[in-house]
């Protein structure tokens, strides 16, 4: 047994040396367990796995060297465990991986990390674990928590349940490049014990959500509980990086809110791709931010929960994103050694929407679609030499947009300010463009605008960031957003001949003022029209910009 033990280090240590895992299929069917409200995938149907008729032909039991957990195992028939033993001590080696992995798990994240242990029936603190070996290779599945979401724990608060855990017996479904096959049923089988131990512990916390009349549980927490799930990997087991695989559909998808579930038919897998969001956290506070934020989780739902800690280490919902963003783009190709996260490099290259801006002489605007507490990046060019501002207009509250010059050092801009710069033809500049809310949750859609201004051609108009340019009274759009026009001043509006036909005073708190037409919606005609605003403070300045009216 000393030698096995001696083997099995030695392993953890080689994992480092494999390339990325580039297998596709499913990791954890906690989910089918959870899902409700149209987010179980179609793939399976709720309450696939006949768990209770499994555990009933399961009969040997193997003890855990801590004694915490109860392996249950078959040498024989479809759910037999593999029957290779390298060191000849009688014990499959199969057996001793899952017994190592589970106490590791329990070790760091109950003793290290301090999440609470699993709950039993009445609410106390289990000593002792059941696991359960079980071929999940038909349904490609590493394993699965398993719980009644009919049965809750009285003594709790909200919903809480007890569990045992299903691991696979086979996993001839994983690719780990350059790993033989009992090595890749240990790095499988280390990843399987953090994530889903880790689904166990989350059970004695609090599931915000219902019942269904089918018998789901249907809670909005779904993407928290797999993406943090997923980090435990990268804290209890971070050698083998089986997180890589799921990279790719999060960087191509962040454009969806990240405190929000996703349409689980066409985006499953994005929710393991998001613990990269917790990798960062845990690099800057320390890698106990899930349990912290479970622990909130008792009083509020996860993004709100998360909102709480957040504010409790003086950063903000939307600066966790756009943070995020940030992060996100310096990896892959971008990667910067020493800077970011620590294996940038062997993450996706993000995707960057790319747009020449080849109108000289008027503003350009481009869509930009994001859902709540997401973002995106685009790369602009001109084939010209001189000055280019872009700016953001401001969004309705209680959102927040941001815009990121994502060059070094990195700039972060608020909504409605402008971001002036020279610029070389040809040359292009990365920005991240950030929607989110300190308020709100949901994930629902918005189409921001970043707006282009070439300068160099029309530095009078360039001074000035109109949104938008035309005015369409029957439809109600009645305001116009005048971004870094100064704190005081007056606002004028010209017709074409010239005349003024709206004079005002105005304040404008943060440098940014939000004019309603509405008082003046009679005195409007159809036309173009000249705004002049003429600055007082912070010190005098006069500025120019056009308004389109359509009646």
């Known amino acids: 047994m000393v030698w096995k033990r001696v083997l099995i280090v030695v392993w953890g240590v080689l994992w480092s040396a494999f390339p990325p895992p580039v297998h596709s299929a499913q990791k954890c069917g906690f989910v089918y367990f959870v899902a409700g409200s149209g987010k179980t995938p179609a793939a399976l149907p709720p309450r696939y796995f006949d768990e209770k008729s499994a555990a009933a032909t399961i009969t040997r039991v193997f003890t855990s060297p801590s004694g915490h957990f109860r392996i249950h195992y078959e040498t024989d028939g479809y759910n037999a465990i593999p029957s290779y033993d390298r060191d000849g001590n009688g014990t499959p080696d199969y057996l001793e991986f899952v017994a190592s992995s589970f106490d590791r798990a329990w070790r760091v994240e109950i003793d290290s990390l301090g999440f609470r242990p699993p709950p039993d029936a009445n609410g106390n603190p289990k000593t002792v674990y059941d696991v359960y070996c079980q071929n999940l290779a038909g349904q490609e599945l590493f394993g699965y928590t398993q719980f009644d979401p009919t049965q809750d724990i009285p003594a709790l608060p909200g919903l809480n349940y007890t569990s045992v855990i299903y691991i696979s017996t086979q996993f001839t479904f994983v690719v780990y490049e350059n790993a033989d096959p009992i090595t890749r049923d240990s790095m499988a089988i280390a990843v399987t014990a953090a994530h889903e131990f880790n689904h166990a512990l989350q059970l004695g916390y609090r599931i915000w959500g219902n019942v269904t009349a089918s018998g789901q549980l249907d809670t909005p927490d779904l993407w928290f509980i797999e993406s943090s799930a997923t980090y435990m990997e990268e804290v209890v087991a971070n050698e083998v990086n089986d997180y890589y695989r799921y990279l790719p559909e999060f960087y191509a998808t962040t454009n969806l809110s990240l405190t929000a579930t996703p349409d689980l038919d066409r985006f499953f897998k994005r929710m393991y791709g998001e613990a990269i969001w917790f990798i960062q956290m845990g690099r800057r506070w320390g890698t106990s931010v899930t349990r912290q934020i479970w622990e909130r989780i008792t009083s509020f739902p996860a993004a ?33 050694t020493g800077q970011y996260f620590p294996e940038a490099a062997q993450y996706p290259t993000p995707p960057v929407d790319f747009w020449l801006i080849t109108n000289s002489d008027a503003y350009s605007s481009y869509p930009i679609p994001l859902e709540t507490n997401s973002f995106a990046f685009v790369k602009a060019a001109v084939p010209w030499n001189g000055e280019v501002a872009f700016v953001l207009p ?121 004019f309603s037409f509405r008082p003046f919606l009679s005195s409007l005609r159809s036309g173009v029209y000249i705004i002049r605003v003429a600055i007082k403070a912070p010190r005098p300045a006069v500025k120019l910009g056009k308004l389109i009216v359509i009646k």
């Open 394 to 514: 401001p969004v309705p509250v209680p959102n927040i947009a941001h815009l990121l010059v994502l060059d070094d050092p990195v700039t972060v801009l608020e909504s409605g300010t402008l971001f002036r710069t020279r610029m070389t033809a040809g040359a292009a500049i990365p920005f991240a463009i950030s929607h989110s809310s300190e308020e709100t949750f949901e994930s629902s859609m918005d189409t921001l605008q970043l707006v282009v201004n070439p300068g160099a051609q029309s530095n009078a108009v360039a001074s000035l960031s109109l949104f938008p340019t035309v005015l369409n009274v029957p439809e109600g759009q009645v305001v116009v957003n005048l971004a870094s026009v100064g704190q005081r001043g007056t606002i004028t509006v010209f017709d074409a001949a010239g005349h003024a036909v709206i004079s005002r005073p105005y304040v404008a708190p943060n440098s940014t003022l939000a």
């Open 304 to 336: 709100r929960a998360m909102a709480e800690f957040l504010r409790e280490k003086g950063e903000s919902m939307p600066e966790a994103v756009y943070t995020l963003a940030e992060w996100m783009y310096f990896s892959g190709q971008n990667a910067r």
